[in-house]
């Protein structure tokens, strides 16, 4: 069996650049980024199954009704959940897997993975991140008020995370999110089995086996 992969949960406010650093770690690297389900309308150039699963409410609904969803969320007016199928598939290939959702998620999928690492991604600044949201140009201006009342109320979690790292310069933060994932792998409570054998064996040559 190979070792399980990391779960890692990359949360952020809106505008931050959490899509963006996604793209560029699973261009780089063979994570899998996990595909949520939404009821929110797909953006220009968005496709089914790629950046989301985009359902109606009821369907959503009856995906929690069903146990589906690892974890799920209201977002300024939208359902957004983590399949949990996939999830559970890859990991236990040994594969590491991406969770980019938002932090009351965030906080159930730690409940439930205890190991899971929790990553925050902030911009450098207040400003950077309007401008950013605004120069995305795929919200209207009441729609980016929104995001922005929101990442309000989000600041409150940034504490519950194990990581923050500011997206500042694009390469560097992309490198930061792969190096801190990476070097989950080195947890001791990753190294169980190696520990257990040791054990085992030394146990035997005290034995004098
Ligand atoms: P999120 O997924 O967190 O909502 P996006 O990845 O959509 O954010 O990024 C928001 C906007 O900021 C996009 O237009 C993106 O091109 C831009 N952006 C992302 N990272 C950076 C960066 N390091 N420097 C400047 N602009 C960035
Ligand atoms: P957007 O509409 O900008 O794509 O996403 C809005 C927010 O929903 C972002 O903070 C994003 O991280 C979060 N999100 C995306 N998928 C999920 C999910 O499966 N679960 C939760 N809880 N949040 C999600």
Known sequence: MPKKGVLAVISGFSGAGKGTIMKELIRQYPYFLSV?????????????????????????EHMIAEGELIEWAEYVGNYYGTPKKAVEQQLAEGKDVLLEIEMQGGML???????????????PSYDELKSRLQGRGTESAEEIERRLNRAGEEVAYMKSYDYIVVNDELTEAVNRVNN??????????????????????LGRHAEGE
Do not use: W
């Open 36 to 60: 949520s389900a939404t009821t929110r309308k797909p953006r220009e150039g968005e496709v089914n199954g790629r950046e989301y699963f985009f359902h109606t409410k009821e369907e959503f």
């Open 109 to 123: 999928v730690k409940e439930q993975f205890p190991e899971a690492v929790l990553i925050f991604i902030t911009p």
């Open 180 to 201: 801190i994932i990476t070097d989950e792998h080195y947890r001791v409570s990753n190294s169980m089995d190696l520990i257990a054998d040791m054990d085992r064996e």
